[in-house]
């Protein structure tokens, strides 16, 4: 893997909706709009920014709660709330009729987005996508509605937001985490510790809404690549294959020994396969 990563990822902000929000903007041409899934951020597009950077436009952009965006208190964290979130600043930067990449989260944004605006979207790409699960285990629907005071702050702290508990979390979304580096796995935990983190992803479990809008994925008539690790612990595979059936217009990829994040564990491949198709 090349010797890129970097312990500090910082680009620009813009204000939608009272909310500083941080995006990382590269190149020059189409815009292309990267967004990352739950848990990530801007960052884990570090292996595609660059080549993709050399045909488009490319805005990298970080979620509210995520990166280095904003963590307020409150509602406004649902995917719904996401979509609109991405449709405000699509419209905000000017960036028009745009083509659309989304890992995990991100996917299901775009597909809502297809949904809701389609006219905002040109070609979409789906990297490990959710769209299907609707459920959550109870006791994590449990644990996002008990205040966050002090106990519940300590049992997560002291349960999930330990540098090695988090750094496994990280490696299992890779068939092969010997693939990265300590230094990599610093940048993906650096804003995890920021201020209103916790509060913010607990907010998100109170309005999980995946799997939404998964009986009208059929109407979405957008150009689509789906792009699949067929080890992924994450997504299942096969929920991959269903959005190759659902979607009219879609063409599905799989990488062989690959786990969620197959836009960086394999980001030579996955470079080719979405240039050659936004081509």
Excluded at 5 to 26: A, L, T
Excluded at 69 to 93: A, C, N
Excluded at 183 to 203: D, H, M, R, T, V
Excluded at 215 to 239: C, F, K, M, T, W
Aim: hydrophobic share 35%.
């Amino acid at each position: 893997m090349i010797n890129q990563p970097q312990s500090v990822w910082k680009g620009h902000f813009i204000q939608i909706d009272g909310v500083r929000i941080h995006y990382v903007v590269k190149g020059e041409g189409k815009p292309l709009v990267l967004v990352h899934g739950l848990g990530a951020y801007s960052f884990t597009w570090r292996y595609n920014i660059d080549e993709l950077a050399r045909s488009y436009q490319v805005f990298a952009v970080d979620l509210k709660g995520f990166g280095y965006s904003e963590k307020p208190l409150g509602s406004g964290y649902s995917i719904d709330d996401h979509v609109q979130m991405m449709e405000k600043f699509i419209t905000r930067m000017g960036l028009g009729r745009v083509d659309y990449i989304g890992s995990s989260m991100g996917g299901e944004i775009g597909l809502r987005l297809c949904l809701k605006n389609p006219r905002l979207i040109g070609r979409l790409v789906l990297v490990g996508s959710s769209g299907y699960r609707d459920k959550l285990p109870i006791w994590v629907k449990l644990l996002g509605h008990l205040p966050y005071k002090s106990f519940i702050k300590r049992f997560i702290r002291n349960k999930y937001l330990k540098e090695d508990v988090l750094a496994e979390m990280v490696k299992g979304a890779y068939y092969n985490p010997d693939v990265l580096t300590p230094e990599e796995i610093k940048a993906y935990l650096n804003p995890i510790y920021s201020q209103g983190f916790e509060e913010s992803y607990l907010c998100m479990l109170r309005e999980f809404d995946f799997g939404k809008y998964k009986d009208s994925y059929q109407q979405i008539q957008h150009d689509s690549l789906i792009l699949a690790g067929e080890n992924d612990r994450v997504i299942p595979l096969e929920q991959s294959h269903r959005l190759r059936e659902d979607l009219p217009n879609s063409q599905l990829v799989t990488f062989s020994n690959c786990g969620h994040f197959l836009h960086e564990e394999k980001w030579e491949e996955t470079n080719h396969h979405i240039l050659d198709f936004l081509r």
